[in-house]
Nanobody, 125 residues
Framework: QVQLVESGGGLVQPGGSLTLACDAN????????MAWFRQAPGSHREMVAA????????YYTRSVIGRFTISRANADNMVYLRMNSLSPEDTAVYYC??????????????????WGLGTQVTVSS
């Protein structure tokens, strides 16, 4: 049974940093492209960042370029999202997702096979 378990969310002040982690179990991790999505209240779910099987290719949505970094550790079945210079616009539930592909194929959530339950990130003073 595949399980993706996110951790690291919380409340942070504007300008602060958080690192999200996703522990992926029950799958052959290096066969999967991994991604982080987020969904704010009243908004659709959007891809924030993605990383291919070996970390050689990454994607970031425009609003997080230069502030967020996605990484993975295949030996530990982990994927991370380091978030710096957070703003209230980053407030959302953040989800880890897995696509059975060695490359980044899509930014659409329908293209991803497995999902975590999400972790809340709130940026507020």
């Amino acid at each position: 049974q595949v399980q993706l378990v996110e951790s690291g969310g919380g409340l942070v002040q504007p300008g602060g940093s958080l690192t999200l982690a996703c522990d992926a179990n029950g799958l052959r991790f290096r066969d999967y492209t991994m991604a982080w999505f987020r969904q704010a209240p009243g908004s659709h779910r959007e891809m924030v960042a993605a990383i291919n099987w070996n970390g050689g290719d990454t994607y970031y949505t425009r609003s997080v370029i230069g502030r967020f970094t996605i990484s993975r550790a295949n030996a530990d079945n982990m994927v991370y999202l380091r978030m710096n210079s957070l703003s209230p616009e980053d407030t959302a539930v953040y989800y880890c997702a897995a696509d059975l592909a060695d490359g980044i194929r899509t930014t659409h959530d329908a293209g991803y096979d497995y999902w975590g339950l999400g972790t809340q990130v709130t940026v507020s003073s």
